[in-house]
């Protein structure tokens, strides 16, 4: 059906060298999208392109997205290639967590640069191409991954990702609201526990209280995430924006 079709889209996805951003980068690739991923490991992103390449086109970009600098770099190079962009799925992120008495500026400085700081700036920089590529009945789509930890508060000391990601979900309503006049749509996915570098510690160590939360009983994989990318890029979703779907086996929608 038509109504998931994005075949034929241009899609960049940040962060998109493991974890839940390789997850929608390959899913939006077995779908027929043009996929460009971005990371600060150019290394890592090149051999993920490679692997990704299997299933559509894909294409690594190294780029330091906590940097005004790496921002507009990557813009630059996006420009250089497309006349348009899609989609663009703001997934860079990191997380520290650490005890109340020894948190650091370090700590909050690195997660807010690239999980607020970052996304915001790409977004402004790639707002041209997003321009280009919106119309009333086909708007451009700007995915950003927040987490259920903006939402509920976690059982882990991580005050600056959790700061980072409700400010992901206040400032995509904020973007939504300008750019909505652009035929740019502005969502956000909320993705409870899924596998990746930042969660690696709780599946090495097998936690048992990892899943006691979670209405469904397990984590989530990656065809629960790719299905979900590919639903707000998709015509299916052309009359949401400004929302935040947690994708979370019910965490903070059932208890």
Same mark, same amino acid.
């Given at each position: 059906?038509?109504?998931?079709?994005?075949?034929?889209?241009?899609?960049?996805?940040?962060?998109?060298?493991?974890?839940?951003?390789?997850?929608?980068?390959?899913?939006?690739?077995?779908?027929g999208v043009k996929v460009y991923i971005?990371?600060?490991?150019?290394?890592?992103?090149?051999?993920?392109?490679?692997?990704?390449?299997?299933?559509?086109?894909?294409?690594?970009?190294?780029?330091?997205?906590s940097t005004v600098d790496g921002v507009?770099?990557?813009? /630059? =190079? %996006?420009?250089?290639? $497309?006349?348009?962009?899609?989609?663009?799925?703001?997934?860079? &992120?990191?997380?520290?967590? +650490?005890?109340?008495?020894?948190?650091?500026?370090?700590?909050?400085?690195?997660?807010?640069?690239?999980?607020?700081?970052?996304?915001?700036?790409?977004?402004?920089?790639?707002?041209?191409?997003?321009?280009?590529?919106?119309?009333?009945?086909?708007?451009?789509?700007?995915?950003?991954?927040?987490?259920?930890?903006?939402?509920?508060?976690?059982?882990?000391?991580?005050?600056?990702?959790?700061?980072?990601?409700?400010?992901?979900?206040?400032?995509?309503?904020?973007?939504?609201?300008?750019?909505?006049?652009?035929?740019?749509?502005?969502?956000?996915?909320?993705?409870?526990?899924?596998?990746?570098?930042?969660? /690696? =510690? %709780?599946?090495?160590? $097998?936690?048992?209280?990892?899943?006691?939360?979670?209405?469904? &009983?397990?984590?989530?994989? +990656?065809?629960?995430?790719?299905?979900?990318?590919?639903?707000?890029?998709?015509?299916?979703?052309?009359?949401?924006?400004?929302?935040?779907?947690?994708?979370?086996?019910?965490?903070?929608?059932?208890?």
């Amino acid at each position: 059906m038509d109504l998931f079709n994005v075949s034929g889209k241009v899609a960049l996805v940040t962060g998109g060298s493991r974890g839940i951003g390789y997850m929608i980068a390959k899913g939006y690739a077995q779908a027929g999208v043009k996929v460009y991923i971005a990371s600060r490991n150019g290394d890592a992103c090149e051999v993920a392109a490679a692997e990704l390449s299997e299933f559509g086109e894909v294409i690594g970009v190294g780029a330091d997205l906590s940097t005004v600098d790496g921002v507009r770099g990557l813009a /630059a =190079y %996006l420009e250089g290639q $497309e006349e348009r962009l899609d989609i663009l799925v703001n997934n860079s &992120g990191a997380t520290w967590g +650490e005890p109340l008495e020894t948190f650091s500026e370090q700590a909050w400085d690195k997660v807010m640069n690239i999980n607020v700081k970052g996304l915001f700036f790409l977004t402004q920089a790639l707002h041209g191409l997003l321009k280009a590529s919106g119309r009333a009945d086909s708007p451009a789509r700007v995915i950003n991954i927040a987490s259920v930890d903006g939402i509920h508060v976690a059982a882990y000391e991580s005050y600056s990702y959790a700061a980072s990601k409700a400010a992901v979900i206040h400032l995509t309503k904020s973007l939504a609201k300008r750019l909505v006049s652009d035929h740019v749509h502005v969502n956000a996915i909320a993705p409870g526990l899924f596998p990746s570098k930042m969660t /690696a =510690y %709780l599946f090495e160590n $097998e936690d048992p209280s990892m899943l006691a939360g979670i209405p469904q &009983g397990r984590a989530g994989n +990656e065809d629960d995430m790719a299905g979900t990318a590919i639903f707000l890029a998709a015509p299916a979703s052309a009359y949401i924006t400004g929302q935040i779907l947690a994708v979370d086996g019910g965490l903070t929608g059932l208890l």
